[in-house]
């Protein structure tokens, strides 16, 4: 059962799609999805010499698959780079087609190269709560992501979330 159990996480991964995994319990699982988020906005500043610095927020939209579900997700992004790379904080929030919403608060670093291309990503998480479903939703969870291009662009990120209800 624990290698037919591991085969289907490992599957799902391969395919970018969720993973649910009882982990404990009947209210207790382990979801693993990947998400391609698309630029919605961008209010990022460049100071210091040459541009060195950048800060600002992003918002960021894109779609997944959670427990056969499409799931909407939504990542917003507070960065402070030094030459590409540096810390972030984000909220994530996850909305099923019912509108219950899991939200998690995030905590980053990105690794880039000057440019602020050819970035990765690296992190964990806090669930803070949720509405419908999600409504006594906890837990913690890690990410992992990459980006091609500059700021702002079009971002990877795989989440695994360790959620109690």
Known sequence: ?????????????????AAPTVVAGASSQTLVFSVRFATQSRNVQQ???GGAVSYGQLRFLG???????????????SVH??????????????????GSKLGADVTGRTRARP??????????????????????ARGTGSFTGSRKAALGGSVDITFRIQLRT
């Open 1 to 17: 059962m624990r290698l037919l159990r591991l085969t289907a996480v490992i599957a799902a991964l391969a395919l970018g799609v």
């Open 63 to 77: 779609t997944t698959t959670i427990n056969n579900q499409p799931v909407v997700a939504e990542f917003q992004s």
């Open 115 to 136: 440019d602020t291309t050819d970035a990765t990503f690296r992190g964990t998480l806090v669930v803070v709560g949720g509405t419908g479903s999600y409504e006594h």
């Open 47 to 49: 100071v210091g010499v």
């Open 81 to 98: 780079y030094t030459k590409g790379s540096g810390p972030f904080t984000a909220w994530l929030t996850l909305t099923r087609p019912d």
